[in-house]
């Protein structure tokens, strides 16, 4: 008998980590009815008629329920769905793969094998001098104070948190104005399938404190006045697996709640995955992005922390095109901060789009406002800032509102795949002919041989050394990026942020694929700042970027 119950518990056991998670992808949906009226919020429909959505489209259709059924009598078990690429995710034992396999009414079957990576760092839990220039520098640097000038504060504009939890969201006096005016719209924890998400991890808790929370009347984020939901997806220390369906449901929940911006400060990588996966066509969390973006929401993902690592580059869905990516700035420099994942895509498309603060000032359960660091929190910096923007202007596409937001940025035309266009300006919207006269602040002559870049006196200020030079990505010298980043500071301890302007040299090598084959950063020691032998670059562009004066010449 003894025999028997351990053979039997044995192939339990293995039954059991013999299961995998799979999509399983359906033929079609054919006489399935929906009522776009009945299962839409009112701002999920008016969002379609501005961008040209149809209403009864075929991605928003449910799935077949006699196709759900079948499935479910032979799947070990049902982990969710997903209407807008008619799939089911399910765990299958190999059997129960090849017999689905077999269905006359499935499609394809993928694998799924995704690691959720939290573009955060370690929380800091005591309080130093320099916090309260920080908690108004992470404001400042946005120039956030135009837009409270101009009483823009997000108001109408519905935001949707994807994360792992919201501890505190409904007791702390950070998120009451939010309460006492009922703009928590719903609810819903994925994991749990039931609305209540004010438990688990803080991360959603702080992200939220990022986008719209208030302390003594001093802002966190912007969009103190928007709309929220909130939704649970992730159960960090639980899992090694993410929960992409999760994800997929919640974007989809947004959808159809009404939702104009995603917040998802999250991000996808795998030991099934490689760097060149990251194309935004390959992972199904990138494409719903992009699928996202075409029923017109504003999708915000924090491009993630993997600078330092072994991986380096953003992951999904902060790959997909139709994604705005954010990037983290050190306050210290107001240069990338060393944790902030790089970019570009696989198909050298430019990653990130902006950049904010990676070093902020969030609230967190148990240690109230304090200091912490991630990209998870430079993305809902931005989404505060989005959702002030779209209020301004409601006649704004999210793809208009996406294009103006790279526009706004401090660097803006330079780009590059640390910073990329910098960090957005509110003055471009509240003030756009402010500085439209302002002088060069360089001069760039050419000769037959070189070019010669040259700072103007009146703009020649040697700043205090940050770094030497910052050489982040040389693509076609290495094939990586080298280890030659200076140490970010992390507590303000000691140190006040890097006003606006730092005196930095930024320029570009732009080949003719488009991308770019070289960036670099320069400190500002001397007025002749560059010379470039034209013979070796020839048909390449270059861009140079000081103190808000960009320029473009292509060798020839």
């Known amino acids: 008998m003894r025999i028997v119950l351990v053979l039997f518990s044995f192939l339990l056991f293995n039954a059991y980590f013999s299961q995998e998670k799979y999509w399983v992808y359906l033929t079609d949906k054919d006489g399935v009815e929906f009522n776009p009226h009945n299962y839409f919020d009112q701002k999920a429909i008016n969002r379609r008629i501005k961008n040209n959505v149809p209403l009864n489209h075929f991605t928003d259709r449910p799935l077949r329920t006699d196709y759900q059924d079948k499935i479910s009598h032979i799947a070990e078990f049902i982990c969710g769905h997903t209407r807008w690429f008619n799939a089911i995710a399910c765990k299958l034992t190999p059997q129960q793969l090849i017999e689905i396999q077999n269905l006359a009414f499935v499609k394809e079957v993928l694998a799924m094998s995704t690691r959720t990576v939290f573009a955060e760092g370690n929380d800091y839990k005591e309080l130093h001098k320099g916090e309260q220039g920080l908690l108004e520098g992470q404001i400042a640097s946005m120039q956030g104070k135009e837009f409270t000038k101009k009483g823009l504060t997000g108001k109408g504009i519905r935001i949707c948190i994807i994360d792992a939890g919201f501890p505190d969201v409904n007791t702390s006096s950070i998120y009451q104005h939010i309460r006492d005016n009922n703009r928590i719209i719903k609810t819903w924890d994925f994991k749990k399938n039931k609305p209540d998400i004010y438990k688990y991890s803080s991360h959603g808790s702080t992200v939220l404190s990022c986008i719209a929370g208030k302390t003594d009347g001093v802002f966190i984020g912007l969009a103190i006045d928007s709309e929220f939901l909130l939704a649970r997806t992730e159960r960090i220390l639980y899992e090694g697996d993410a929960e992409e369906e999760d994800w997929l449901m919640a974007i989809e929940w947004a959808d159809k709640n009404g939702a104009d911006i995603v917040n998802s400060s999250l991000g996808y990588t795998s030991a099934r995955h490689f760097v060149e996966d990251m194309d935004g066509k390959t992972c199904i969390i990138s494409k719903a992005g992009n699928l996202a973006a075409r029923k017109g929401i504003l999708v915000i993902n924090a491009a993630g922390n993997e600078g330092a690592g072994n991986w380096k580059y953003i992951g999904a869905p902060a790959d997909a095109d139709s994604v705005l990516s954010v990037g983290g700035i050190n306050p210290w420099t107001g240069l990338h901060t060393s944790f902030s994942s790089y970019g570009p895509t696989a198909d050298h498309r430019l990653k990130p789009n902006l950049s904010a603060f990676g070093h902020v000032m969030g609230y967190s359960p148990g240690t109230g406002v ?15 800032f989005a959702a002030c923007v779209w209020q301004s202007d409601t006649t704004l596409t999210n793809m208009e509102l996406f294009k103006k937001l790279e526009e706004s940025a401090n660097l803006h035309p330079y780009f590059d795949y640390a910073h990329g266009y910098g960090v957005p300006q ?27 870049i040259t700072i103007k006196d009146e703009h020649f200020t040697i700043e205090d050394k940050i770094v030497f030079d910052y050489f982040p990505y040389t693509f076609n010298k290495l094939n990586r990026i080298p280890w030659l980043h200076f140490q970010d500071t992390y507590s303000t301890l000691d140190s006040n942020i890097k006003k606006s302007g730092a005196g930095y040299f930024y320029y570009h090598i732009e080949n003719d694929a488009g991308y770019l084959d070289e960036y670099l950063v320069l400190s500002v020691y001397e007025k002749n700042i560059l010379r470039i032998r034209k013979s070796e670059n020839i048909g390449k562009t270059y861009r140079f970027h000081y103190k808000g004066t960009s320029k473009k010449i292509t060798l020839e």
């Open 426 to 452: 509110a003055t471009y919207f509240t003030d756009p002919l402010n500085g439209t006269e302002e002088s060069e602040t360089f001069t760039l002559d050419e000769s037959e041989s070189f070019i010669q």
């Open 370 to 384: 304090h200091e912490t660091q991630g990209t998870s929190f430079s993305s809902p910096l931005v989404a505060g």
